[in-house]
């Protein structure tokens, strides 16, 4: 008799619905290019990345390394790797992880994270979501990625295999004009403002490596979204703890641009947004 094993996910984490995922790429299209006008942003990251014009800019960050398009945007709550290790087949068979299969959570976004290798949201989670957070704050950045000291240029890769252009327009740019067309509600409202106090650094800790990829330079894996943001989170401490070093700062209408070196910039919202989720499985 043969004995058959459950197939067992890749990830778990917090799902858009299909509106709410066009509507969140619509609203950080709107924030990086408010970054991209301001001369000193443009100027810096464009010194890391192969881009000859802000429209390149905008345009450089895509969802194509995603295995399914990414036309879907998530965070992830744990990498389970189907249950590779000893601490994934825990997370798995955890009880508080499988009640939460299918219940909704409201996502709080509360920023942007832009580098020259990524574009991610940023999310403060709640203290039902730090009970199913699984992802390692502190991971050591794989030296692969790691910031170089001299400023490396990100080349424009030749796709690996050919797409349709409408493939290429639809479902693998980050910021179409043409989204899919969808049943489901748009969900996301704007909540209270963020106390002043925690505006350089709103989140530590626990659950600081939150966020949502919303798009990556060519050649770069989503998986760097979550480790740009440890070094950001790493770099805003520093800044807070040293008195005398001055990071570079941008009031836009409605948020803040700050400058943490090395083409790193974070953006703090003024208010934070709240999207609707669903906690699920990803098994690809
Ligand atoms: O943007 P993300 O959180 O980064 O969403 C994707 C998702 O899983 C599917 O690829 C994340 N991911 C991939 N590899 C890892 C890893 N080794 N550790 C943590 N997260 C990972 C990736």
């Known amino acids: 008799v043969k004995s058959y094993q459950p197939v067992q996910p890749l990830y778990?984490?917090?799902?858009?619905?299909?509106?709410?995922?066009?509507?969140?790429?619509?609203?950080?299209?709107?924030?990086?290019?408010?970054?991209?006008?301001?001369?000193?942003?443009?100027?810096?990251?464009?010194?890391?990345?192969?881009?000859?014009?802000?429209?390149?800019?905008?345009?450089?960050?895509?969802?194509?390394?995603?295995r399914d398009g990414g036309s879907i945007l998530h965070c992830t709550a744990n990498f389970t790797a189907r249950g590779k290790d000893e601490s994934s087949r825990e997370y798995i068979n955890n009880p508080i992880v499988k009640s939460a299969m299918g219940k909704c959570f409201p996502l709080h976004v509360i920023g942007f994270i832009i580098t020259p290798r990524t574009f991610g949201v940023r999310l403060r989670l709640t203290v039902n979501q730090l009970d199913l957070w699984g992802q390692d704050d502190t991971e050591t950045v794989p030296s692969i990625i790691s910031h170089p000291h001299e400023p490396k240029k990100h080349k424009r890769n030749e796709p690996t295999e050919k797409k349709t252009d409408k493939e290429n327009d639809i479902r693998y740019s980050l910021f179409s004009t043409t989204p899919l067309h969808s049943s489901c509600t748009v969900t996301i409202t704007q909540l209270n403002s963020l106390s002043q106090a925690d505006q350089f650094h709103p989140t530590s800790g626990k659950g600081s490596r939150a966020h949502i990829t919303m798009g990556c330079a060519p050649g770069v894996k989503p998986v760097t979204t979550g480790f740009d943001l440890i070094d950001i989170v790493r770099r805003e401490k520093e800044a807070q703890s040293s008195l005398t070093d001055v990071l570079e700062t941008f009031t836009l209408p409605g948020g803040t641009l700050r400058n943490y070196g090395e083409g790193s910039w974070a953006l703090y919202l003024d208010k934070e947004l709240q999207i609707s989720s669903l906690f699920s499985a990803y098994y690809g």
Do not use: M
């Open 12 to 66: 778990y984490g917090w799902f858009l619905n299909e509106a709410d995922s066009w509507k969140l790429c619509d609203i950080a299209k709107s924030w990086l290019q408010a970054a991209i006008n301001v001369e000193q942003f443009y100027k810096d990251l464009s010194h890391h990345i192969d881009v000859v014009s802000p429209e390149e800019l905008l345009r450089t960050y895509s969802r194509q390394t995603y």
